[in-house]
């Protein structure tokens, strides 16, 4: 099954040579500055296609012949070069509409913004490379590179997370960008759609990582992030049968299950701040600290685009590493979240309560076979300062939608009076029409007597 996409990577690099050495530094100092580097490359789109096939929505994970094997938060930050480790990247459905989005066009109704109008602004930026430029530069990049949708529109949300372009570079986009890929790749193959978004970029040079055969060269000199070091993706290489893969038929040794960092990426912060035990994750989320919970609390529940855990399943699996299970919460505003997020903290329940459950999958390695998948029982906690925030905004957002109300219930009601005016001026002109008509009549009248004289 082919694919469209408003994917364009060339499009995104055709802005970056425009850019000025200052405004490469601002795009660094928001810690995006390694997607500068990324080659032109070339979709290979016949083998993508192929790739996306063995997309396991169940399982989250590449199902082929010798075993299972997901892309991971290492994985991500390795080839793209972004942080996969901060604070949480979250779309909130009610947060209120806010100036900076109504600057770019967005609405209430319409809470999105059109690549092209970002193109045009780029343009009229010039050489400024202050922190309007830097939020005009980002949105692009969203939504030509990171985040791109099939409409081919960037949601105006983002600009929450861009108001404080110092503040920038402490969110796990990273993270964000691999829950976006996976909900694209679930999308695509749930709903059997030929339009899919998601970083395409990430996922072919994912595929050049682990699977050893039908790549292009590799350059000699080390480079970062790894979406550098491969040769591009030139037009020869999509047509050329020496690269075609066969994903039916790999075998075991085919397939690389887990990316190594060299001894010069592990001195890089956002490469030495991963886990090791986060290696071999198959979702995005961080985890910082583990916390107990001895006691029943309310707290509210919401799934994270998965399926429910059957309760005896449940109950049934061996924790792993011989270690009690964990359950994994967040305290960040989980809810209604359009896409990217992360897992903060794993706690140890120990009381029953009546909650909602979703999954996550983590990757164990199998002795002989490779990667396979496990579930796990997620539940997200919003803590009471969030929720009493999360009020407010509503609050606000429920007075806003009253004054366009009101003001389209003063629309109408004028609308109306204007109505009724011209409704009476349509009576008076019939009334006017015939006493005209009256008056035509007895002149005939009269006329005709005249004439008889």
């Excluded at 592990?266 to 071999?280: F, K, S, V, Y």
Aim: proline share 4%; with cysteine; net charge negative.
């Amino acid at each position: 099954m082919s694919f469209n996409t408003k994917f364009s990577l060339r499009s995104f690099l055709k802005q970056v040579t425009k850019l000025t050495d200052n405004q490469k530094e601002s795009i660094e100092r928001a810690g995006f500055g390694n997607l500068l580097r990324i080659p032109d490359h070339v979709l290979r789109r016949s083998q993508l296609d192929q790739l996306m096939e063995k997309w396991s929505c169940e399982k989250q994970a590449f199902i082929f012949p010798p075993g299972e094997i997901t892309i991971t938060l290492l994985d991500v930050a390795l080839i793209l070069g972004l942080r996969v480790i901060g604070q949480p990247v979250v779309l909130e459905l009610l947060a209120p509409l806010t100036s900076l989005e109504k600057e770019f066009g967005a609405s209430v109704v319409n809470r999105t913004i059109g690549v092209e109008l970002l193109k045009e602004r780029l343009e009229s930026v010039g050489d400024r490379d202050d922190e309007s430029f830097v939020r005009v530069f980002l949105l692009y990049c969203f939504g030509t590179l990171l985040f791109p949708s099939a409409n081919g529109k960037v949601d105006s949300r983002y600009l929450h997370l861009l108001q404080d372009v110092d503040n920038v570079s402490s969110f796990a986009w990273g993270a964000a960008v691999l829950e976006d890929l996976n909900n694209c790749l679930r999308q695509r193959k749930s709903k059997k759609t030929n339009n899919i978004g998601g970083c395409l970029i990430l996922l072919q040079i994912w595929c050049y990582e682990h699977i050893i055969t039908g790549r292009p060269k590799l350059l000699d000199y080390p480079t970062f992030p790894r979406v550098c070091r491969w040769e591009s993706s030139a037009r020869q290489y999509a047509k050329s049968s020496q690269f075609n893969i066969n994903f039916e038929e790999l075998e075991h040794t085919q397939i690389l299950w887990k990316l190594e960092p060299t001894s010069e990426e592990m001195e890089i912060d956002m490469i030495r701040e991963i886990p090791q035990e986060w290696h071999l994750r198959s979702g995005p989320g961080t985890i910082e600290q583990p916390i107990e919970v001895e006691n029943q609390s309310a707290i509210r529940m919401g799934t994270k685009h998965n399926e429910e855990v059957d309760e005896e399943e449940e109950e049934e699996e061996e924790p792993m590493s011989g270690e009690e299970s964990a359950i994994y919460v967040t305290s960040d505003e989980w809810h209604l979240r359009s896409g990217p997020g992360t897992i903060k903290q794993p706690i140890e329940v120990q009381s029953q309560s009546a909650i909602r459950m979703g999954t996550k999958r983590n990757e164990e390695v199998g002795e002989e076979e490779g990667p396979v998948s496990r579930e796990e029982s997620i539940l997200f906690v919003l803590s009471d300062g969030e929720e009493s925030k999360e009020i407010e905004d509503l609050k606000k957002e429920i007075l806003e939608l009253k004054t366009i109300i009101e003001e389209k219930k003063e629309n109408e009601a004028k609308i109306q009076a204007e109505n009724e005016e011209l409704k009476k001026r349509v009576q008076d002109d019939e009334y006017m029409l015939m006493k005209m008509e009256k008056h035509i009549s007895e002149l005939g009248i009269l006329l005709s007597k005249l004439s008889m004289q």
